[in-house]
């Protein structure tokens, strides 16, 4: 099995920056793709960025040029790093990793939720 941690949520004025972080850690034989999330009071949760396991990116378009996720595989880890913020980008931030973890002598693949973390940003 496997489990994911965040940190790196805060409070911030406009236009500030935050870095999260989410750490990936168990029984992993590898990672496939890792992104971030986010929800909103009210609204549904949406896609903010994905990284694939070759690097490749996409973003959510009210965050195009201002969020910039990356990856660590030697340590896990997937970032976000998130400038000038809006207080639009208020939300609950989940990492979400899809990998192959051993067990019990097989390997098995699965999707994971971070715990969340809180963003908020004051106009």
């Known amino acids: 099995q496997a489990q994911l941690e965040e940190s790196g949520g805060g409070l911030v004025q406009a236009g500030g920056s935050l870095r999260l972080s989410c750490v990936a850690s168990?029984?992993?034989?590898?990672?496939?793709?890792m992104g971030w999330y986010r929800q909103a009071p009210g609204k549904q949760r949406e896609l903010v960025a994905a990284?694939?396991?070759?690097?490749?990116?996409n973003y959510a378009d009210s965050v195009k040029g201002r969020f910039t996720i990356s990856r660590s595989n030697a340590k896990n880890t997937v970032f976000l790093q998130m400038n000038s913020l809006k207080p639009e980008d208020t939300a609950v931030y989940y990492c979400?990793?899809?990998?192959?973890?051993?067990?019990?002598?097989?390997?098995?693949?699965?999707?994971?939720w971070g715990q969340g973390t809180q963003v908020t940003v004051s106009s």
């Open positions: 168990g029984s992993i034989f590898s990672i496939n793709a």
């Open positions: 990284i694939t396991s070759g690097g490749s990116t």
């Open positions: 979400n990793v899809a990998l192959t973890y051993y067990s019990g002598g097989s390997y098995y693949t699965n999707r994971y």
